[in-house]
Nanobody, 127 residues
Framework: QLQASGGGLVQPGGSLRVSCAVS??????????VGWFRQPQGKEREFVGA????????HYADSVRGRFTISRDNGKNTVYLEMKSLQPEDTAVYHC????????????????????WGQGTQVTVSS
């Protein structure tokens, strides 16, 4: 089970951190790949970034690279998405997702790579 939280309303240029708490895993949490996706209202879901299990490398979409940072706390079974320099186009419902397998790098942006999804948290960037 994945539970995303921490969304809210933020002004343009502001920062926000959303969290994804994971429960019910059957092996070491750090071995799982966790991805972040977002879905603006009326638009398709898009890849934001992911942290690969075991190797702990982070990968980002071009639209957020340099502004967003993914981190994980394996002791808390939680993955974070730190967002800075937020703009109105970042407004969306943000979802986290977990892959049971060990996906290759090229498959990270594909939603089909992930087996379990959280319910999402709304992030609104507006003045």
């Amino acid at each position: 089970q994945l539970q995303a939280s921490g969304g809210g309303l933020v002004q343009p240029g502001g920062s926000l951190r959303v969290s994804c708490a994971v429960s019910g895993v059957t092996r070491t949490f750090g071995s799982y790949t966790v991805g972040w996706f977002r879905q603006p209202q009326g638009k398709e879901r898009e890849f934001v970034g992911a942290v690969r299990g075991s190797v702990n490398t982070k990968h980002y979409a071009d639209s957020v690279r340099g502004r967003f940072t993914i981190s994980r706390d394996n002791g808390k079974n939680t993955v974070y998405l730190e967002m800075k320099s937020l703009q109105p186009e970042d407004t969306a419902v943000y979802h986290c997702a977990l892959a049971v397998s060990r996906p290759i790098l090229s498959s990270l942006p594909d939603p089909g790579t992930y087996d379990h999804w959280g319910q999402g948290t709304q992030v609104t960037v507006s003045s």
